[in-house]
């Protein structure tokens, strides 16, 4: 599973790639409807051919309703992941290349008339949350399907972060390096347990004294830390748009912001300059990926929203 941006904040993606089973779930149902197909033309095509019509129409029909909520479809030009029609599935034409299945269809986000890679939707199937007994890091997982997860006893846990937009920009960087953790007098090794989660506490627009038309917030993670003292805290990595409506900073472009937030056990700091995330030049989206050592992994991505301020 992964994450997509849908109305101004950040919600977990519904959609994977196809896997095997998948694959012999849809031939099943297609020999199926054969087999009924065929069978049923002994018995009602000469004498009673409007029935096997109507078996005909309404076996794909269903089909054709089965697909069009099972899957979904990803544009190789933009990354959008979208849905289609009942009607739109059953006129578009399909196919099946080294890359999987496609349908050719215009992408609702850029206009892009090309071979779509047909996904799979899992609404109904809730996100999982895994957690490994020899693995001190927890995460919510959207790997693409099971997965063992390797065996760090001994080694130092990790919280990896990685940022990249498609105009090139691509950074890397810990949420438990110890210049991180120096903020609470503490170490990596300190670390007894990590939970992600796409949230945050707070208020960025209250605590940081920003207009919320002019800097959107986009959506934001959080991890929850215990130490091995007992003590808890929580480090929040919050990105939004800023539009730059005063041209004081940035050369006076608009981009995307990244800072910190720390949840102090009796006050909250905000760092507002992490590095060489924290101003990145707009782009059409800009991807969040967050893994541990554990192999577990975390995606986001948000599109860039123009909006009219006057």
């Given at each position: 599973m992964r994450e997509k941006y849908l109305g101004g904040t950040f919600v977990l993606s519904s959609y994977r790639k196809p896997r095997k089973?998948?694959?012999?779930?849809?031939?099943?149902?297609i020999a199926a409807y054969l087999m009924a197909i065929g069978f049923s033309s002994f018995y009602l095509f000469l004498s009673y051919w409007y029935l096997w019509a109507a078996l005909v129409i309404g076996g794909l029909m269903i089909l054709v309703y089965w697909h069009a909520k099972a899957t979904a479809h990803h544009c190789t030009r933009c990354d959008?992941?979208?849905q289609i029609s009942i009607l739109a599935n059953f006129f578009s034409p399909h196919g099946v290349d080294r890359e999987g299945g496609w349908a050719y269809l215009k992408c609702p986000n850029c206009s892009n008339r090309s071979r779509m890679k047909i996904l799979i939707n899992t609404t109904d199937k809730k996100p999982s949350v895994r957690f490994h007994k020899r693995c001190k890091l927890l995460l919510a997982d959207s790997t693409e399907g099971d997965k063992?997860?390797?065996?760090?006893?001994?080694?130092?846990d990790t919280l990896r972060v990685r940022i990249r937009t498609e105009r090139g920009f691509d950074k890397e960087y810990d949420l438990l390096e110890d210049k991180i953790l120096a903020r609470f007098q503490k170490k990596?090794?300190?670390?007894?347990?990590?939970?992600?989660?796409?949230?945050?506490?707070g208020s960025l627009y209250t605590e940081l004294g920003v207009a919320s038309p002019y800097h959107p917030l986009i959506g934001?993670?959080?991890?929850?830390?215990?130490?091995?003292d007992g003590t808890y805290t929580r480090i929040c990595d919050v990105f939004y748009q800023d539009f730059n409506q005063k041209r004081t900073h940035y050369d006076g472009l608009p981009h995307w912001n990244h800072e910190r937030r720390f949840e102090m056990p009796s006050r909250v700091e905000w760092d507002k300059n992490p590095g060489e995330t924290h101003g990145i030049d707009k782009s059409l989206w800009i991807e969040v990926y967050v893994s541990n050592?554990?192999?577990?992994?975390?995606?986001?991505?948000?599109y860039w929203q123009e909006l009219d301020i006057q």
């Open positions: 089973e998948d694959w012999i779930r849809t031939l099943v149902y959008n992941e979208f063992q997860m390797s065996d760090v006893e001994g080694k130092p990596r090794e300190d670390v007894k347990s990590v939970t992600w989660s796409d949230n945050i506490g934001s993670g959080s991890a929850s830390i215990e130490f091995r050592t554990c192999g577990n992994q975390f995606k986001k991505r948000a």
